[in-house]
C-alpha cells in the first residue's frame, strides 16, 4: 500500500487544484474584486502557516496577474496553461544559466522542442477559437453573473497572456527560493515569511484598486468558500502534500501528473459552471502538455545518463590507477590463464 501513496498524493493534489479552478473563476463571475480576494487568501494562508511554524520553530505579483487572467479566460484555459509552469521554470533557469541545452544531444533538441510546441499551445489558446462543445451539464451548480465567453475575444487574448505572464512570474520565484533555500534551507519558515510579507502587499494593492469599502465585505456565498477553500486548502494541504510527493518520488514524478488537472478541469468547469469548451483550448491544451513531457523525458533522461557517466569516468581512473602488474594478472585471468611476477 505504501507504493501507492505517491500516486494516490499526485492524483489528490490535481483534484485540489481543480477545485480551486472551478471555485475562483464561479467567485470572479459573480464580480468579486480579485486584488480583494488575493488578499484574504493570502491571509487566510498566513493564519494557517504562522502557528504551525511558531510552535515548529508566496509572490504576489503572479497570484493577482492570475487571477485577472482567470476572470478574462475560463478554468479550462487556465488549467492548460499551468502545463507550461516547468518549461518556463527550465527557460528562465537556462537564462540565469542554471541550465545547459547541448543542440547536439537528442535531450537538447527535446528540451527546444518542448519549449517551441508550450509556445504554440499559448498561441493556439489566444488566437484560435474553433467550434464550441456544449456543456456537460445545461444546469449550473453555481449560479453566476455574465459567462466568460462575453467578454469578448480581445479580453481573452489579454487574459492568456496575463496567465502566460503570471506563471512566468511564478517560475521566477520557483528560481530566486531554490537559491534561497540552498542559503537558508528552512522550509517552513521561508514559507512562513514570504507568505506574511506577501499578505501585507495583497493588502496595498487590494487597497489601492478597490477604494469602495463595501466590496471587501465577505457574505456567507461562493466567495467565502474560494477564499477558505483557496487559503486553507491549497496553500495549506497542498503545499504539504506537494513536498512529501516530491521528496518521495522527485520533482518529475509530481509534474508528470499536472496534466490529469487540465483533464479534470475541463469536465469539471463545463458540469458545474456550465462552461463552454472550445476546440481551440483543447487543441493548444495538447500542444502544452507535448511540451511539457517532451522537457521532462529530456530532463529525466539527461539525470540517469550523468550518475552513468560519472561510475564509468570512476571505474576507469581506477583502471588506469591500477600497477601495471595488476593490470597483467586480470588479463590473465581473463584469458584462463595463470600469471606469476
Known amino acids: 500500500m505504501d507504493t501507492k501513496k505517491p500516486y494516490v498524493v499526485a492524483i489528490l493534489i490535481q483534484v485540489i487544484y481543480t477545485g480551486m479552478f ?4 464561479a467567485t470572479f463571475n459573480q464580480g468579486f474584486n480579485t486584488f480583494v480576494f488575493t488578499f484574504y487568501c493570502q491571509a487566510a494562508a498566513s493564519v494557517l502557516l504562522v502557528p504551525i511554524a511558531f510552535f515548529r520553530e508566496r509572490n504576489t505579483f503572479a497570484i493577482n496577474m492570475l487571477n485577472v487572467a482567470l476572470r478574462f479566460t475560463s478554468a479550462t484555459v487556465q ?34 522542442t518542448g519549449v ?3 509556445l504554440a499551445g499559448v498561441l493556439v489558446i489566444a488566437f484560435f477559437t474553433g467550434p464550441p ?25 489579454k487574459g492568456t497572456f496575463l ?3 503570471g506563471d512566468l512570474a511564478w517560475s521566477l520565484w520557483i528560481v530566486f527560493q531554490a537559491a534561497l533555500l540552498k542559503e537558508f ?9 514570504q507568505c506574511v510579507f506577501s499578505t501585507v502587499q495583497a493588502l496595498v494593492v487590494a487597497a489601492v484598486a478597490e477604494r469602495d469599502i463595501t466590496r471587501w465585505k465577505l457574505r456567507p456565498d461562493i466567495s467565502l468558500l474560494a477564499i477558505i477553500y483557496t487559503g486553507f486548502v491549497v496553500s495549506g494541504l ?7 510527493c516530491m521528496e518521495m518520488k522527485g520533482p518529475v514524478f509530481f509534474a508528470v501528473w499536472m496534466p490529469l488537472g487540465f483533464i479534470f478541469t475541463m469536465f469539471c468547469s463545463s458540469f458545474f459552471l456550465g462552461e463552454i469548451i472550445h476546440l481551440g483550448s483543447i487543441l493548444g491544451g495538447i500542444l502544452l502538455i507535448g511540451g511539457l513531457y517532451s522537457v521532462l523525458w529530456a530532463k529525466s533522461k539527461e539525470t540517469t545518463i550523468e550518475p552513468a557517466c560519472s561510475v564509468e569516468s570512476a571505474q576507469d581512473s581506477k583502471e588506469h590507477m591500477k600497477p601495471v602488474g595488476n593490470q597483467e594478472k586480470e588479463q590473465g585471468r581473463a584469458r584462463g590463464g595463470n600469471i606469476s611476477i
Open 238 to 244: 497542498s503545499y504539504f502534500l506537494q513536498v512529501w
Open 79 to 112: 488549467s492548460a496553461i499551468s502545463n507550461s509552469k516547468a518549461v518556463s521554470t527550465f527557460c528562465l533557469a537556462l537564462l540565469l544559466r542554471m541550465e545547459v541545452v547541448n543542440l547536439k544531444s537528442p535531450y537538447g533538441v527535446a528540451k527546444v
Open 185 to 193: 534551507p528552512n522550509k517552513m519558515l521561508v514559507t512562513v515569511i
Open 133 to 157: 462543445f456544449s456543456p456537460v451539464n445545461h444546469h449550473r451548480a453555481f449560479q453566476t453573473g455574465r459567462a466568460y465567453s462575453s467578454t469578448g475575444h480581445a479580453a481573452w487574448i
Open 116 to 118: 517551441v510546441l508550450c
Open 163 to 165: 496567465k502566460l505572464s
Open 22 to 25: 472551478v471555485v475562483l473563476k
